[in-house]
């Protein structure tokens, strides 16, 4: 089992649902608040990987659910200048292992990364439940 770091946003019941499976895997969970850590462009460009940009973005962030934001429309340094600017833009979770960097949660990319366990079994855990029935996120702000 793995040490992860997890960079979520404190209160998000998909984030605590997204811990809890980690843990119940055997893994440590190190929490940290995305939306307080000192990111930089350089920090935070590698949890990208070679995602398309975006699929960079919080697809239920406040901006981009009203449109303000066009993810489709941004570049790299454009996506990345926004998110350090607005860390509520961030897709998440972070997730850091040994070093590897990756954004979101998708339970199959996870098993077959470090070891999640029947993540048939999971659903989905990066719809805010409240966003999904068309309510707002009762957590904060999305």
Same mark, same amino acid.
């Given at each position: 089992?793995?040490?992860?770091?997890?960079?979520?946003? +404190?209160?998000?019941?998909?984030?605590?649902?997204?811990?809890?499976?980690?843990?119940?895997?055997?893994?440590?969970?190190?929490?940290? @608040?995305?939306?307080?850590?000192? =990111?930089?462009?350089? @920090?935070?460009?590698?949890?990208?990987?070679?995602?398309?940009?975006?699929? =960079?973005?919080?697809?239920?962030?406040?901006?981009?659910? @009203?449109?303000?934001?066009?993810?489709?429309?941004?570049?790299?340094? @454009?996506?990345?200048?926004?998110?350090?600017?607005? +860390?509520?833009?961030?897709?998440?979770?972070?997730?850091?292992?040994?070093?590897?960097?990756?954004?979101?949660?998708? +339970?199959?990319?996870?098993?077959?990364?470090?070891?999640?366990?029947? +993540?048939?079994?999971?659903?989905?855990?990066?719809?805010?439940?409240?966003?999904?029935?068309?309510?707002?996120?009762?957590?904060?702000?999305?």
């Amino acid at each position: 089992m793995v040490h992860v770091v997890f960079y979520e946003k +404190p209160g998000c019941r998909n984030n605590t649902r997204q811990k809890a499976l980690l843990e119940a895997a055997g893994h440590t969970v190190e929490a940290h @608040s995305l939306l307080t850590h000192p =990111w930089t462009a350089e @920090s935070l460009r590698p949890f990208f990987t070679d995602k398309p940009v975006a699929d =960079w973005f919080n697809k239920a962030a406040p901006r981009v659910k @009203s449109g303000e934001v066009d993810p489709t429309a941004a570049t790299a340094d @454009s996506a990345l200048a926004m998110m350090l600017a607005e +860390p509520l833009l961030i897709r998440r979770p972070l997730i850091e292992v040994a070093g590897e960097r990756r954004c979101g949660f998708d +339970p199959e990319a996870i098993d077959a990364w470090i070891g999640l366990g029947e +993540p048939e079994h999971v659903g989905d855990v990066e719809t805010c439940p409240n966003l999904a029935k068309g309510n707002p996120c009762k957590h904060g702000r999305e």
